[in-house]
């Protein structure tokens, strides 16, 4: 697995902790932005397919 796979998903990991946290505090408004935060963290982690390899009809790379 790639670092910055790794990084992202560890990010994401964090926010969905830290919200889990904010909602059983009562913060639900906190926690929903970290909900947020962890979503846009995790679109990161979607394989991207480069248009060259989508002409051919290659598989997405997961670099």
Do not use: C
């Amino acid at each position: 697995m790639a670092v910055n796979r790794i990084a992202w998903s560890l990010t994401t990991a964090m926010f969905l902790i830290a919200a889990l946290v904010l909602f059983l505090s009562g913060y639900k408004g906190y926690g929903g932005v970290f909900v947020a935060v962890a979503a846009a963290a995790a679109i990161n982690l979607i394989p991207v397919q480069r248009a060259s390899e989508r002409d051919r009809g290659l598989p997405a790379r997961d670099d």
